[in-house]
């Protein structure tokens, strides 16, 4: 079946620009998280969705970063001002409400010139 | 902040041979503690997942062992094969996302 997906798979932007990345999880998951991970480094929590509300968001760095995800589904990871320091890969998970187990996507890679 | 940290960045094993990856970790509160393998350019794929109040569990060709007394985790993988190759990162779960450490990169040599 199909897994986590995310669009777009690169994204180059200027600093200062914003920026929208999408994530479309397995369907039926009810829990979707986001991860940074930059080169060398495991995965940073940013925020975890169960439903349409956000569980935690603790791992936000700053207010530039907020996330959405109005129907339960598709969740979107918007970022204000880029700045130079947000380039990393931005990843996608979604798990079953119950489960250990969490489904990656592929990533976005993202680069702010 | 708590951590999952890795004792070895690169491992480098011969093709057929068993490779043991450890990881410390330091949050005694974590529910469950998880390997997972990234390979490049791809997402991290779940292998195997340990509760905390047990000390080993197989899986396919995996075996994981967590010592709570000394707080460290080891991933098994028997017969190592080429397919193996990848970064290998522990992560440690409480009520919801994981916090992971930074990996350590095995390659297999033919």
């Known amino acids: 079946g199909a897994g986590v997906s995310q669009t777009p798979s690169n994204k180059v932007t200027e600093k200062g620009k914003y920026v929208e990345l999408r994530c479309d999880p397995i369907?039926?998951?009810?829990?979707l998280y986001w991860y940074r991970q930059s080169l060398g480094q495991g995965p940073e929590f940013l925020i975890y969705f169960q439903g349409t509300g956000a569980a935690d968001d603790s791992g936000l760095p700053n207010d530039r970063f907020f996330a959405v995800r109005p129907e339960g589904s598709v969740s979107t990871l918007k970022i204000q001002r880029t700045e130079r320091g947000d380039s990393a890969v931005y990843l996608c998970?979604?798990?079953?409400?119950?489960?250990?187990?969490?489904?990656f996507g592929p990533g976005t890679r993202l680069t702010v010139l | 902040g708590e951590s999952v940290g890795l004792h070895l960045p690169t491992l480098s094993v011969q093709e057929g041979d068993n490779s043991i990856i450890n990881c410390a970790y330091s949050?005694?509160?974590?529910?469950?503690f998880i390997w997972y393998k990234q390979e490049s350019g791809k997402g991290p794929q779940f292998i195997i997942d340990i509760r905390s109040n047990m000390d080993k569990r197989q899986g396919q060709r995996v075996t994981v062992l967590l010592n709570k007394t000394v707080k460290h985790l080891s991933l098994q993988i028997a017969a190592t094969q080429p397919g193996d190759s990848a970064v290998y990162f522990c992560?440690?779960?409480?009520?919801?996302?994981?916090?992971f450490g930074s990996g350590t990169r095995l390659q297999v040599q033919p």
């Open positions: 998970a979604s798990s079953r409400r119950t489960s250990n187990e969490q489904f």
């Open positions: 369907s039926g998951h009810t829990a």
């Open positions: 949050n005694s509160a974590s529910d469950y």
């Open positions: 992560a440690e779960k409480g009520a919801g996302a994981l916090t």
